[in-house]
């Protein structure tokens, strides 16, 4: 890590050199006001690249992801809802190198999913996503009224490192976990529907409830089960670690897990996150996986954060 940081300065260090000599020629009219500008344009991405970057800086932030999305209130507009966010999610992460996993996925009863959990793996790959935790907010006109009515739909997306073994030592007594097999559905080779391979895991002292059926096997299933576990509990200790130190940091803005943070209004054309306040007027390229700019945004706000206005509609 020290000598990644070590080699990104020194290149912004020779743009910046170079920029500074570029400017000197352009003086003695050796170089084009043009060519000052370029190199200018340059350094400055490079700089403000590595100050983006700069913000992953806590040890989960480098860690593979698990991203899982539940349906709200709604019936077939939420579930299809999600499902739509769940392309979206693998349509960035796909574009961004990040190699995607399925782990469960529990269809609707008309359309779309009513949960589902993928893997995302890649260098960085929790720190681009874990801005993501929050209700997404959907607002359209409903393909499924005959009366073409403005309809909200709402999903929960959930964000935690997967923490591998080498990562974090959590002890996890047997006692304290409840194991149910049941038939996998979904997305998936069908092999899976004919034995109850699937399994689902209940920390009890914890409440948290994982579920995997990516696997042939029931055994294989549980072990991923029981990471994506490990993982859900380091989580909870991180979070808990970061409420302390808010308590502590009486100034310092915090968002609620759990609250809207994007809202995606199609008729109107727009997208809006509503805590960084980044806005585009293209929702077709954000929900075809063009989240980039939202995840960055969201970032550098969250290392100042300040209060922004938010559109009600």
């Given at each position: 890590?020290?000598?990644?940081?070590?080699?990104?300065?020194?290149?912004?260090?020779?743009?910046?050199?170079?920029?500074?000599?570029?400017?000197?020629?352009?003086?003695?009219?050796?170089?084009?006001?043009?060519?000052?500008?370029?190199?200018?344009?340059?350094?400055?991405?490079?700089?403000?690249?590595?100050?983006?970057?700069?913000?992953?800086?806590?040890?989960?932030?480098?860690?593979?992801?698990?991203?899982?999305?539940?349906?709200?209130?709604?019936?077939?507009?939420?579930?299809?809802?999600?499902?739509?966010?769940?392309?979206?999610?693998?349509?960035?992460?796909?574009?961004?190198?990040?190699?995607?996993?399925?782990?469960?996925?529990?269809?609707?009863?008309?359309?779309?999913?009513?949960?589902?959990?993928?893997?995302?793996?890649?260098?960085?790959?929790?720190?681009?996503?874990?801005?993501?935790?929050?209700?997404?907010?959907?607002?359209?006109?409903?393909?499924?009224?005959?009366?073409?009515?403005?309809?909200?739909?709402?999903?929960?997306?959930?964000?935690?490192?997967?923490?591998?073994?080498?990562?974090?030592?959590?002890?996890?007594?047997?006692?304290?976990?409840?194991?149910?097999?049941?038939?996998a559905s979904g997305a998936g080779g069908q092999h899976v529907n004919?034995?109850?391979?699937?399994?689902?895991?209940?920390?009890?002292?914890?409440?948290?409830?994982?579920?995997?059926?990516?696997?042939?096997?029931?055994?294989?299933?549980?072990?991923?089960?029981?990471?994506?576990?490990?993982?859900?509990?380091?989580?909870?200790?991180?979070?808990?670690?970061?409420e302390e130190k808010d308590k502590v940091e009486a100034g310092k803005?915090?968002?609620?897990?759990?609250?809207?943070?994007?809202?995606?209004?199609?008729?109107?054309?727009?997208?809006?996150?509503?805590?960084?306040?980044?806005?585009?007027?293209?929702?077709?390229?954000?929900?075809?996986?063009?989240?980039?700019?939202?995840?960055?945004?969201?970032?550098?706000?969250?290392?100042?954060?300040?209060?922004?206005?938010?559109?009600?509609?």
């Amino acid at each position: 890590m020290s000598k990644k940081w070590v080699e990104e300065y020194q290149n912004i260090a020779r743009e910046v050199d170079d920029l500074e000599g570029l400017y000197e020629f352009q003086k003695e009219e050796m170089a084009t006001v043009e060519e000052v500008d370029a190199q200018y344009a340059k350094a400055a991405e490079i700089l403000a690249d590595a100050e983006f970057r700069s913000t992953l800086n806590k040890k989960e932030d480098s860690m593979n992801a698990v991203l899982t999305i539940n349906a709200g209130a709604g019936g077939t507009e939420a579930c299809d809802w999600s499902a739509m966010l769940l392309r979206m999610y693998r349509m960035w992460a796909e574009k961004a190198g990040f190699k995607v996993n399925d782990l469960f996925e529990q269809e609707g009863d008309a359309a779309g999913i009513k949960s589902a959990s993928i893997e995302v793996r890649g260098d960085y790959a929790y720190g681009w996503l874990k801005g993501e935790n929050g209700v997404h907010r959907l607002v359209r006109i409903s393909p499924f009224n005959a009366q073409g009515k403005r309809q909200t739909s709402f999903s929960s997306v959930f964000v935690y490192p997967l923490v591998e073994d080498n990562d974090i030592e959590i002890v996890i007594r047997p006692d304290d976990i409840e194991m149910d097999v049941f038939r996998a559905s979904g997305a998936g080779g069908q092999h899976v529907n004919r034995t109850e391979s699937a399994v689902r895991l209940r920390h009890l002292p914890s409440g948290i409830v994982v579920e995997c059926q990516a696997e042939r096997s029931q055994h294989q299933n549980r072990d991923r089960a029981m990471t994506m576990l490990k993982s859900r509990l380091y989580e909870l200790e991180v979070r808990k670690r970061q409420e302390e130190k808010d308590k502590v940091e009486a100034g310092k803005s915090k968002i609620e897990w759990g609250s809207q943070i994007r809202s995606y209004v199609l008729d109107d054309r727009w997208v809006k996150d509503l805590r960084s306040g980044y806005k585009v007027h293209n929702p077709d390229a954000v929900l075809n996986g063009d989240l980039g700019p939202f995840l960055k945004a969201y970032l550098m706000w969250e290392s100042n954060p300040t209060p922004v206005e938010t559109d009600e509609d």
